[in-house]
């Protein structure tokens, strides 16, 4: 990987850091991580919610740090160069890019932020990027990849030292576009500050994450920062869903404000329309894709209109960026999406299992009713919630569960720290608003295995929330933990029964 040495008194000054010690020191990486220090390191010391980066300094130093990034004053007696800063994560963010040689400067980046659909339009415009011959790279919530080099993800939207590495590694690499999931929190932790996007895409805003932003409006004002500037550059372009209210009062504001805006919907007049929608669990999904480039038939293996949104503000974004309408419309009939959304459990029987991530109330509703409009039979529901996370949604989820399925069986989700059984005492409390009959399984694979023995002909099996994870959190433990793994493991058991 190509990295640059940087003078500490020159990047001190981009910091406008007041630094005390050896000035003429360079540093050629910059890490929050203690156990990623080496020769030459810069260690950003950050406070978080749980932990201190500066109980590590001395560690750091010890593995060759040449320096501190805090906003503290020096200890006494501190050996190395310190920068003393006035927010160290936005510092950390401007440090990485200067370091790693500002690299998304020197690609197509596209930067997607919204509640629901994140994973799947990062996978879309990668694979458009690829089917108009260029090599790209990817960061999701299920890995961080270049070309064919891929590995498991560590979070949504990496620390900004960490992605602007992984910038770095896809330019020598060869790759020309990048594509990013950009959270609320990390856009409100400075993860994606000074960061250069060509196309920024707003999907959509639900109830989510309200543990962290409180209110709809501090969560939409996160989000906000991606296109208006706030993170230090507005996108050369940005790409908005305005079937959505909140993508429309965006759409409206930059608009105002001298900015590119190419708009997506399905139930409202915009610059990417989709008409003449047909879904089907066997066939996937057709429908007309209108352009202002033109027009094209495209079937989809993905089910379901929310994936249509998905194609819509990826065929935008690619055509933001040059890419070839033709080609644009292979990659979507090709593209099979991210794992774990909207994904069928193959198997002989004459019911469907699908495994969905879905978990907050708008997007299992999305859920719900895709498999409404595929299934002449019951829809079998399980879900639940995870545990130290936002808890305003636990009850509007139920009542969701609830009105768009025949059966619900609440199980657990991740609940950490929480009493699984205290979680799902509070969704029950929104499926009692409702009709629905549903059963409490706390035991995950136990309910998924009553929902698949439940199951008759033509019904569809969901199960929501976990999606593409392989693992399940119980207190601070983590166990692996499947959910396309059990229901084929009980589909299994089904068939020798």
């Known amino acids: 990987m190509t990295f640059q040495k940087v003078n500490l008194r020159l990047l001190a000054a981009e910091l406008n850091a007041r630094i005390s010690g050896d000035e003429t020191l360079e540093v050629s990486n910059v890490t929050h991580d203690s156990r990623q220090a080496r020769d030459g390191s810069l260690f950003a010391a950050i406070r978080g919610l749980t932990m ?9 130093m010890r593995r060759g740090a040449v320096g501190v990034i805090s906003e503290l004053d020096a200890p006494d007696g501190f050996q190395g160069a310190w920068l003393k800063v006035a927010d160290a994560r936005e510092s950390l963010a401007k440090a990485a890019s200067v370091i790693y040689g500002n690299p998304s400067h020197h690609l197509k980046l596209v930067g997607i932020t919204g509640t629901n659909g994140k994973t799947t339009t990062t996978y879309l415009c990668f694979a458009l990027a690829e089917a108009n011959g260029e ?3 990817m960061l999701t919530t299920v890995e961080y990849r270049i070309g064919e080099k891929s590995e498991e993800a560590i979070r949504t939207t990496p620390e900004a030292s960490d992605t602007n590495k992984f910038l770095r590694e896809a330019i020598d690499e060869g790759c020309q576009t990048a594509v990013m999931e950009t959270s609320s929190q990390a856009i409100d932790l400075h993860r994606c500050d000074w960061l250069r996007f060509k196309v ?9 994450h309200l543990d962290y932003h409180h209110t709809m409006e501090n969560y939409f004002a996160a989000k906000k920062k991606l296109f208006d500037g706030g993170l230090g550059e507005k996108p050369a372009s940005s790409v908005i869903n305005i079937d959505d209210e909140w993508g429309k009062k965006l759409a409206d504001e930059l608009r105002s404000n001298g900015q590119r805006v190419l708009t997506f919907a399905q139930n409202n007049a915009a610059d990417l329309t989709a008409e003449k929608t047909e ?3 066997i066939k996937g999904t057709s429908f007309l894709l209108k352009t202002p480039h033109g027009e094209r038939q495209i079937t989809s293996p993905l089910v379901g209109k929310p994936h249509v949104y998905n194609m819509l503000a990826a065929t935008a974004a690619s055509l933001e960026l040059g890419f070839d309408l033709d080609k644009i419309a292979v990659g979507l009939e090709t593209c099979v999406g991210a794992p774990g959304r909207f994904e069928r459990v193959p198997h002989d029987g004459d019911f469907a299992v699908v495994v969905d991530y879905a978990h907050s109330d708008d997007a299992l509703l999305n859920t719900l009713k895709t498999a409404r409009d595929l299934t002449k039979g019951r829809i079998i529901t399980v879900f639940g919630c995870g545990g130290d996370r936002d808890k305003t949604k636990r009850v509007p989820m139920g009542e969701v569960a ?21 979680i799902i005492e509070q969704i029950e409390a929104g499926l009692k608003n409702t009709n629905c009959p549903f059963l409490s399984i706390p035991d995950r694979r136990e309910a998924i295995h009553q ?3 439940k199951a008759k002909p033509d019904d569809v099996v969901i199960i929501a929330g976990k999606g593409h994870e392989t693992y399940q959190i119980v207190g601070s433990e983590k166990y692996h933990f499947d959910d396309r793994e059990i229901a084929r493991e009980a589909l299994e058991k089904l068939k020798e029964d």
């Open 200 to 208: 920024g895409i707003f999907t959509n805003l639900t109830r989510d």
């Open 451 to 453: 929902a698949i023995y």
């Open 52 to 60: 201190d980066g500066h109980r590590f300094i001395d560690e750091v």
């Open 402 to 422: 609830g009105r768009n399925s025949d059966l619900v069986i609440v199980t657990s989700d991740n609940p950490r720290t929480e009493n699984p059984l205290e």
């Open 135 to 137: 090599k790209a790279g």
């Open 279 to 281: 879904v089907s669990l």
